[in-house]
Antibody, heavy 118, light 107 residues
Framework: EVQLLESGGDLVQPGGSLRLSCAAS????????MDWVRQAPGAGLEWVAA????????YYAGSVKGRFTISRDNSKNIVYLQMGSLTADDTAVYYC???????????WGPGTLVTVSS | DIQLTQSPSFLSASVGDRVTITCRAS??????LAWYQQKPGKPPKVLIY???TLQSGVPSRFSGSGSGTEFTLTISSLQPEDFATYYC?????????FGQGTKLEIK
């Protein structure tokens, strides 16, 4: 069974940093790009970042570019999201998702909550 | 960057109704558009991809169409389990983007 499981969500102070992890299983991890999507409380979905299967290419939403870094460890089947200079606007449930080519996201994790507050 | 605008943002309808949700793009593209359904506390679930292809296991009352700057999701006869929030997503180019969502409520 294909599964994604996020971890690392926490309460963090404004200006702080946090690293999220997403453990993948049930599919050839290194052959697939991976994405992060977030959803603020009561709000819609916001695409955050993507990393290619090899980890060579990365892409970011304008709202996080320069503050967040996506990476992956294909030996451990894990994708990371390193988040810095956090503000209250970064408070959200963060989902990792597996894209099918460039067509859609077919598998999502249950999400991990990041709360930025003093 | 491609911005997606869904209309309406809220929709009140009854079981058995036919409803249509529209997703308009700020830049035209071909068919790299997906539709998702999300229920409270759950991640989204894909319904339609490539603008009009029904995902395996999704009921045939869901259909999608469109290209360029206007895409639509239609539910032909609403069922109780369809009351949820719906999002369009473009995967034509990075940064990917979602519409703001359409919340479908029971009338």
């Amino acid at each position: 069974e294909v599964q994604l499981l996020e971890s690392g969500g926490d309460l963090v102070q404004p200006g702080g940093s946090l690293r999220l992890s997403c453990a993948a299983s049930g599919f050839p991890f290194g052959g697939h790009a991976m994405d992060w999507v977030r959803q603020a409380p009561g709000a819609g979905l916001e695409w955050v970042a993507a990393v290619s299967g090899s980890g060579t290419n990365t892409y970011y939403a304008g709202s996080v570019k320069g503050r967040f870094t996506i990476s992956r460890d294909n030996s451990k089947n894990i994708v990371y999201l390193q988040m810095g200079s956090l503000t209250a606007d970064d408070t959200a449930v963060y989902y990792c998702a597996k894209p099918v080519g460039g067509w859609y996201f077919d598998v999502w994790g249950p999400g991990t909550l990041v709360t930025v507050s003093s | 960057d491609i911005q997606l605008t869904q209309s309406p943002s809220f929709l009140s309808a009854s079981v058995g109704d036919r409803v249509t949700i529209t997703c308009r793009a700020s830049l035209g593209f071909s068919s790299y558009l997906a539709w998702y359904q999300q229920k409270p506390g759950k991640p989204p679930k894909v319904l339609i991809y490539a603008a009009s292809t029904l995902q395996s296991g999704v009921p045939s009352r869901f259909s999608g169409s469109g290209s360029g700057t206007e895409f639509t999701l239609t539910i032909s006869s609403l069922q109780p389990e369809d009351f949820a929030t719906y999002y369009c997503q473009q995967l034509n180019s990075y940064p990917y983007s979602f519409g703001q969502g359409t919340k479908l409520e029971i009338k």
